[in-house]
């Protein structure tokens, strides 16, 4: 089975700093990797995914990640942060083992983001 | 464009009682899933749904009960709610998967379930 770990719980940046939010995942083939973003009192929507391809993916509101197959890791990163960037981010991953997997997603934990003016 | 709806958002039950939460998408979506989301342990699935008339248990599925009767709808009913239910409840969808690719998962705002 797959699994997730997001190894910071929570992260304090100055706004205008840069960011890493660190993901690494467990899966023995190609893992689908997204990451997701979660607003106070919203539901979670959709940063960016990984599939194939370049290993360095593009997604909204400035943010990417780079896929490290030796790693293992799925980092978010953002070259300089706005105080609207504060919310806790998810990394998932998805399977392709066979029509099992049915677009089910696991979930890291979720990493906090605070954002110092 | 609704997206995904979820009702009611907030609700407090006692032990022992029963509730539906439902589940409304308006995008024409094959798949549907309930999450719940407690902290420290991000999401993790209850119960999906890949059809009009199908169910299937994920990660967390005892005490919980779906059903899929209308492929825009999607309950998950408590049968006799227990404190270790209190937690906020999320729905989502998604489109078929192509090439068993799992496809993006569009969220509703979520439940906020008290079991006292």
């Known amino acids: 089975a797959q699994s997730v770990t997001q190894p910071d719980i929570h992260i304090t940046v100055s706004e205008g700093a840069s960011l890493e939010l660190r993901c690494n995942y467990s899966?023995?083939?190609?893992?689908?990797l997204f990451w997701y973003v979660q607003s106070p009192g919203q539901g979670l929507q959709l940063l960016l995914k990984?599939?194939?391809?370049?290993?360095l993916v593009q997604g909204i509101k400035g943010f990417e990640a780079e896929f490290k197959r030796s790693q293992s890791s799925f980092n978010l990163r953002k070259p300089s942060v706005h105080w609207s960037d504060a919310a806790e981010y998810f990394c998932?991953?998805?399977?392709?083992?066979?029509?099992?997997?049915?677009?089910?997603?696991?979930f890291g934990q979720g990493t906090i983001l605070t954002v110092h003016p | 464009n609704a997206g995904v709806t979820q009702t009611p958002k907030f609700r407090v039950l006692k032990t022992g009682q029963s509730m539906t939460l439902l589940c409304a998408q308006d995008?024409?979506?094959?798949?549907m899933y309930w999450y719940r989301q407690d902290p420290g342990m991000g999401l993790r699935l209850i119960h999906y749904?890949?059809?009009?008339?199908?169910?299937a248990k994920g990660e967390v599925p005892d005490g919980y009960n779906v059903s899929r009767l209308k492929k825009q709808n999607f309950l998950l009913g408590l049968e006799s709610a227990a404190p270790s239910q209190t937690s906020v409840y999320f729905c989502?969808?998604?489109?078929?998967?192509?090439?068993?690719?799992?496809?993006?998962?569009?969220f509703g705002e979520g439940s906020r379930l008290t079991v006292l």
């Open positions: 989502a969808s998604s489109y078929s998967t192509e090439v068993r690719r799992p496809g993006e998962l569009f």
């Open positions: 899966y023995g083939a190609t893992p689908y």
């Open positions: 990984y599939f194939s391809g370049d290993t």
């Open positions: 998932a991953v998805g399977t392709n083992a066979g029509g099992t997997s049915y677009g089910k997603l696991t």
């Open positions: 995008m024409n979506h094959e798949y």
């Open positions: 749904s890949v059809g009009e008339g199908t169910t």
